[in-house]
Every structure is written in structure tokens, then in C-alpha cells.
């Protein structure tokens, strides 16, 4: 496995795993419930201490529970948008790549409106559309996230899918009479799972930093604690004014800590299946001058002139 030897890899998986480990067991590890409260009269949030290691919040909520409960939807929700968004990039950008032609020139142009649309501001009037009960649900939000995720992925799978499509095993099959569709899946989409991983990386990174986003705005609804809403919480009930930093501190750097992982996997990923990356990672044994405003160009070691035979010869000749 030449991906597990990249350093990057392996931390960014470590990361990965550990939280989540914690959506998955988080929330029985938990010592209360996401809604237990300390008490039900003091409005003064308590700072991190022995019984609350993460403190509480205004309503005296345990917020080292809500971190530990919070994980979970607020992966789901990442996980969902990158996998619906793959799922379109593959099938516009494929599709587009392989058939050419008005299919080609209609899908690049829808992918060319969605990469021109401003994201953020599509997803706002999306949900402000909604019912309150379905901006609760991950299935939709992550769905919803994914319209604006998909068109850099399809832009990408349709190049990468053009040069497939004249190689020799691809043309062989369509001499022997295979059908498009199974074309595409069996002999181009396989060779396109270093950039489907990449690609779909990226795209979990883009759900959670947007969920991050409108949670913070307040644009998510539902009773479920994530990450996302403790952010909204924090902020509605003064935190950053009052300086109360331990009550939205923990679930940034949870936010953070996960973009950090999936960039390192990405990065290695990248290193790996990009020749100019590799080859560039090559070069680190050898002295590069910087000089402003030139390139630096590596030069590999020349072999030494051969002498001058014909000299040596006309000396034979005239002896």
C-alpha cells in the first residue's frame, strides 16, 4: 500500500479515526445526556473544572457531553454531501467527457452556471425554502449542500475522462460492440479512483466548513446538538462578547481538527497519483538556488567531455 507510506496519510488517518470513534461511541461515553442540565435557575455559564471539563453553557448544559453527542450528525451530514456530490460529478462529468458532442456542450455548460453561482447564497435561499422539520434532517441538508459541491469534481472527471476515452482497451471495447453505459462503468470509472478519492475528500471538507457555516447562521433547524449548533448557541447567547471562550473554543477546534485530517489525506493523495507533485518530492536531495524573479531548475549530473579523440589521432597519423 504505497498510500500508507506517505506521512501525511497516516496522520491524517490517525486524526480521522479518532473522531470517529467519537461519533460512533461519543455519545454513550458521554457522562450526561446532550440536553442534561446542571441546573435549571443559574444563567451564569461555569468555566471548565473538575465536574464540567469543558464548562457550561448559559442554560447550564454539560459541554463536554454536547461535544462528545455532537459529532456524529455533524459527520453524517460531511459524509452524505461528499458522497451525493461524487455521485454527480460522476455522472455529469463522465458522461460529458465520454459521449462529447451537444451532451457534452450542455452538461459543461450547466457545470460552468454551478461553478459561477455563489454557493454560500444558493444554499441560504434553499433553506430558508424548507420546511423547519427538513432543515433538521442530515439526509437533506447534506443534500442540499451537495448542488453546490459537485461542479469542480465533474470539471475535473470530464478532462481526465476525455484522454481515456482514446486509449487502445477503451476503443477495443466499443469495436467489440459493448454498450456505452457499461463502458463507462467498467473500464473508465475504475481508472478514475485515485481522482474519485481525491475528489470526494475535498468535497467532505466543503460539507463540513458550509455545515459549520449555516449552523453558525442559524439557517439549520431541529433539536439534534452538533458542532454546528453549539457554534449558534455560543454565539446567540453572547460568548464572544461576554468572553465566555470555552463554550465555542471546543467545538471549532473539532470542526478544525477534521478540515486538518481530510486536507492531509488529500495532500497525500495528491502527492501520490500527481506526477509533477512526485517528481517534485524527488528533488528534495538536491540544492535548489531561489533567486528572485527566476525559477529554480533542477539539473541532473552531466557526464564529464569526452577528450578530443581526433586530436590524438593526427598526432598517430603524422608520426
Same mark, same amino acid.
Given at each position: 500500500?504505497r498510500y500508507l507510506?506517505s506521512?501525511?496519510?497516516?496522520?491524517?488517518?490517525?486524526?480521522l479515526?479518532?473522531?470517529?470513534?467519537?461519533a460512533?461511541?461519543?455519545?454513550?461515553l458521554?457522562?450526561h445526556?446532550a440536553h442534561w442540565?446542571?441546573?435549571?435557575?443559574?444563567?451564569t455559564p461555569l468555566?471548565p473544572?473538575?465536574?464540567?471539563?469543558?464548562g457550561?453553557?448559559?442554560?447550564?448544559h454539560?459541554?463536554?457531553?454536547q461535544v462528545l453527542?455532537g459529532?456524529r450528525d455533524t459527520?453524517l451530514?460531511?459524509?452524505l454531501?461528499?458522497?451525493i456530490?461524487?455521485?454527480?460529478?460522476v455522472?455529469?462529468?463522465?458522461t460529458?467527457?465520454?459521449l462529447g458532442g *451537444?451532451?457534452d456542450?450542455?452538461?459543461s !455548460?450547466?457545470t460552468?452556471i454551478? $461553478?459561477? +453561482?455563489?454557493?454560500l447564497? #444558493?444554499?441560504?435561499?434553499?433553506?430558508?425554502?424548507?420546511?423547519?422539520d427538513?432543515?433538521g434532517?442530515?439526509l437533506?441538508?447534506?443534500a442540499?449542500?451537495?448542488l453546490t459541491?459537485?461542479a469542480w469534481?465533474?470539471r475535473v472527471?470530464?478532462?481526465q475522462?476525455m484522454t481515456?476515452?482514446s486509449q487502445?482497451?477503451?476503443?477495443?471495447a466499443?469495436?467489440?460492440?459493448?454498450?456505452?453505459?457499461?463502458i463507462?462503468i467498467?473500464e473508465?470509472?475504475p481508472?478514475l479512483?485515485p481522482?474519485?478519492?481525491?475528489s470526494?475528500?475535498f468535497?467532505v471538507?466543503?460539507?463540513?466548513?458550509?455545515?459549520?457555516?449555516?449552523a453558525?447562521?442559524?439557517?439549520?433547524?431541529g433539536s439534534?446538538?452538533?458542532?454546528?449548533?453549539?457554534?449558534?448557541?455560543?454565539q446567540?447567547?453572547?460568548?464572544l462578547?461576554?468572553?465566555?471562550?470555552?463554550w465555542? *473554543?471546543?467545538?471549532?477546534l473539532?470542526v !478544525?481538527?477534521v478540515?486538518v485530517? $481530510?486536507? +492531509?489525506?488529500?495532500f497525500g #493523495?495528491d502527492?501520490i497519483?500527481n506526477p509533477?507533485?512526485?517528481s517534485a518530492?524527488g528533488?528534495?536531495?538536491?540544492r535548489?538556488?531561489?533567486?528572485?524573479g527566476l525559477?529554480p531548475?533542477v539539473?541532473?549530473?552531466?557526464?564529464a567531455p569526452a577528450a578530443d579523440?581526433?586530436?590524438?589521432l593526427?598526432?598517430e597519423?603524422?608520426q
Open positions: 500500500m507510506r506521512t501525511k496519510v497516516i496522520l491524517g488517518l490517525a486524526i479515526v479518532l473522531f470517529v470513534l467519537i460512533l461511541f461519543g455519545p454513550m458521554a457522562p445526556s442540565q446542571a441546573s435549571t435557575t443559574a444563567d468555566p473544572s473538575g465536574r464540567f471539563w469543558f457550561t453553557d448559559v442554560q447550564q454539560d459541554l463536554f457531553s453527542a459529532g459527520l451530514i460531511s459524509l454531501a461528499g458522497v456530490a461524487t455521485a454527480l460529478s455522472l455529469v462529468g463522465v460529458a467527457g465520454y *451537444i451532451v456542450d450542455l452538461l !455548460a450547466l460552468n454551478f $461553478l459561477a +453561482l455563489p454557493g447564497l #444558493i444554499l441560504m435561499v434553499v433553506l430558508k425554502a424548507l420546511p423547519l427538513l432543515t434532517n442530515p437533506t441538508i447534506g442540499v449542500i451537495a459541491a459537485w469534481g465533474a472527471l470530464r478532462a475522462t481515456l476515452r487502445d482497451y477503451v476503443e477495443a466499443q469495436v467489440i460492440g459493448e454498450r456505452k453505459p457499461r463507462i467498467f473508465i470509472v481508472n479512483l481522482i474519485l478519492a481525491s470526494f475528500i468535497t471538507i466543503y460539507g463540513i466548513g458550509t455545515y459549520a457555516t449555516l453558525w447562521l442559524g439557517l439549520i433547524g439534534t446538538v452538533t458542532w454546528g449548533t453549539m457554534l449558534y448557541n455560543a446567540v447567547g453572547g460568548a462578547i461576554s468572553g465566555w471562550w470555552w465555542f *473554543i471546543p467545538p471549532a473539532c !478544525a481538527a478540515g485530517a $481530510l486536507s +492531509l489525506l488529500n #493523495i502527492e497519483i509533477r507533485l512526485t518530492r528533488t528534495r536531495g538536491h535548489v538556488r531561489f533567486v528572485l525559477t531548475v539539473r541532473t549530473a552531466t557526464a579523440l581526433s586530436l590524438d593526427k598526432k597519423v603524422a
